[in-house]
């Protein structure tokens, strides 16, 4: 069981804003960076976010995200198709000293 | 182009070892920690750990860190994960993945570049 928590899914249709929650506890999220990933069905993970808000190059600025104490959310506006996909939050954890995922959350475009 | 290139598939029985390969090219191989992250079929994103490839410095996951060792050969600039005792548990795809920052630096959970994945079946 995963110190991070998700939502095991999430919805919208195409054109909507869809938000993802992570949450955690000062030992994880409420001192350390964020990170998100997307993953597509049989595929390795993609980096969507880093640094809990910042983009990499090529990634579309459709995705945001936020970190506010210890619990941090992804947000994709305008909802496509090809958004449909596995995310997960990431981040350090103090306690355990290492890194932890969160549950994922499956989204889906209706 | 930098290409994370790992070993094929392994079938083990319980209480074997397994040691899975992932060979970097087209970077400074000792430039970027190596992380590796486990995902059980139908499951999440699991971290098992991080090497860096400079000085050989590990870091593991807690639940795995009696079992599990991750060295690197320079020379091929290829670094491996071992892991031993295994149960059906560990039955999952294994991915290296490149770490954004340099080992000049902390590292992060920033991963660029990933492997293809290598399946760990353990199964009697």
């Not at chain 1, 496509?80 to 989204?107: I, M, N, Q």
């Not at chain 2, 191989?29 to 750990?49: D, K, N």
């Not at chain 2, 590990?58 to 005792?85: F, H, K, N, P, W």
Request: aromatic share 10%; charged share 15%.
């Amino acid at each position: 069981q995963s110190v991070l928590t998700q939502p095991p899914s999430a919805s919208g249709t195409p054109g909507q804003r869809v938000t993802i929650s992570c949450s955690g506890s000062s030992s994880n999220i409420g001192d350390n960076f964020v990170y998100w990933y997307q993953q597509l069905p049989g595929t390795a993970p993609k980096l969507l976010i880093y640094r809990s808000n910042q983009r990499p190059s090529g990634v579309p600025d459709r995705f945001s995200a936020s970190r506010s104490g210890t619990s941090a959310s992804l947000a994709i506006s305008g909802l496509r198709s090809e958004d449909e996909a596995d995310y997960y939050c990431v981040t350090w954890d103090d306690s355990l000293s290492g890194y932890v995922f969160g549950t994922g959350t499956k989204v889906t475009v209706l | 182009q930098v290409q994370l290139v790992q070993s094929g598939a392994e079938v083990k029985k319980p209480g074997a070892s397994v040691k899975v390969s992932c060979k970097a090219s087209g970077y400074t191989f000792t430039s970027h920690y190596i992380h590796w992250v486990r995902q059980a079929p139908g499951q999440g994103l699991e971290w098992v750990g991080i090497i860096n490839p400079s000085g050989g410095d590990t870091g593991y996951a807690q639940i795995l860190q009696d079992r599990v060792t991750m060295t690197r050969d320079s020379s091929t600039s290829t670094v491996y994960m071992e892991l031993s005792s295994l149960r059906s548990e560990d039955t999952a795809v294994y991915f290296c993945a490149r770490d954004i920052v340099v080992t000049a630096a902390h590292n992060s959970a920033a991963l660029d570049y990933w492997g293809q994945g290598t399946l760990v079946t353990v199964s009697s």
